[in-house]
């Protein structure tokens, strides 16, 4: 089997040679391939290469395409910073009143974006380099509730939540969000992506409460399913932190698939998913992949395959590499999970 098709089995749940694998590396295929973030990011061309290069070096199953947390937050006027070597990243809110906030959430200037045509661009030529061999997903950036808050300010708009009197108009802003968000994902589709995926960053228990999830994030992320299974799209759901205590919520939306950080307990993510969605991640990024030695990443990489039996997982790290993992590191992962599905 080739990479693409064992991320395709996996979905389908059909068995597959070894457990598929995926990383969330595009910092660290920038810096490996010698690109700054300026230079991958300004690129289409380097996109693909950077991803391409570092998929087969490593013998991976898949490319995640991702360039920074700011995409749509820059679509829609949210003012961003663009340093040479680090993703871009928001400096301000965009407005203080709501009103003007629901207004520039237009869901055309999607199509107006230079940053997303690269993105959309950089799809294309992957997908003339290696459709059907390696499975392509085009991550859409940040879904409603954390495009909001980039937009709205983090501070504010966890204080004004607990407002009565503007929870509605907060409701509408996150829904005008949710509709710019799921215009990415169409797209990432015509573009050739085989999946598409998203994170919501700070709709987690680790920033909210699990309360706070079921009326400003669940509402938005069934919606958003629903929306794309009537396209017949696929995707992918991220959510930062411990997932532990809405992990069943997630599981009942029915994503395709659902990558989860490391905090969560895998036990409870294996049962909570089976037969729901397949699982990506969830690896430590930082502390086990970038951080730690050869031997740590072995051990947790066999401690992830054991606990899902190398069944409903596409394995990798659950979330952004650093650009200083060291290739020791990505050997070691991809070591063991070849020898796991030798033994």
């Known amino acids: 089997m080739n990479g693409y098709e064992r991320i395709s089995a996996a979905f389908s749940g059909v068995e597959t040679d070894r457990v598929p694998m995926m990383l969330h590396n595009f910092m660290q295929a920038a810096a490996a391939t010698g690109m700054t973030m300026e230079e991958y990011r300004e690129s289409p061309k380097n996109i693909a290469k950077a991803h391409v290069d570092m998929a087969r070096k490593y013998d991976l199953d898949g490319v995640l395409i991702d360039v920074d947390t700011c995409i749509l937050a820059s679509a829609v006027g949210v003012p961003v910073d663009y340093p040479i070597d680090l993703p871009a990243r928001v400096i301000d809110n965009l407005s203080d009143d709501v009103d003007e906030l629901i207004e520039a959430m237009d869901p055309q200037k999607v199509y107006q974006s230079d940053r997303i045509k690269i993105v959309l661009d950089a799809i294309d030529i992957l997908k003339s380099q290696v459709k059907g061999e390696l499975f392509i997903r085009g991550n859409c950036d940040q879904m409603g509730f954390s ?60 920033i909210i409460s699990p309360r ?37 919520d997630v599981a009942e939306i029915g994503f ?16 909570a998913f089976e037969g ?40 990798g790290a659950g979330c952004a590499l650093p650009s200083e993992t060291p290739d020791r590191n990505i050997r070691a992962f991809v070591n063991a999970v070849t020898a796991f599905n030798n033994l």
């Open 147 to 206: 495009l909001t808050s980039l937009a709205y300010g983090m501070e504010r708009l966890f204080v004004d939540m607990l407002d009565p009197e503007k929870e509605e108009k907060i409701l509408v802003l996150i829904d005008r969000a949710t509709d710019v968000h799921l215009e990415f994902h169409k797209l990432m589709n015509q573009a050739g992506a085989d999946i598409t995926s998203f994170g919501d960053s700070t709709s987690g228990p680790d």
């Open 212 to 248: 706070a999830y079921r009326k400003f994030a669940k509402p938005f992320h069934e919606k958003l399913n629903r929306s794309l299974r009537n396209l017949g799209i696929q995707t992918i759901c991220h959510i930062c932190g411990r997932l532990d205590k809405i992990i069943n």
């Open 256 to 271: 395709s698939g659902v990558e989860i950080d490391y905090k969560t307990d895998l036990v409870l993510a294996r049962d």
């Open 276 to 315: 729901k969605s397949i699982v990506f991640g969830p690896i430590d990024p930082s502390g086990v992949f970038c951080l730690g030695t050869p031997e740590l990443v072995k051990t947790e990489t066999e401690r992830v395959l054991q606990v899902f039996n190398g069944q409903g997982i596409v394995i």
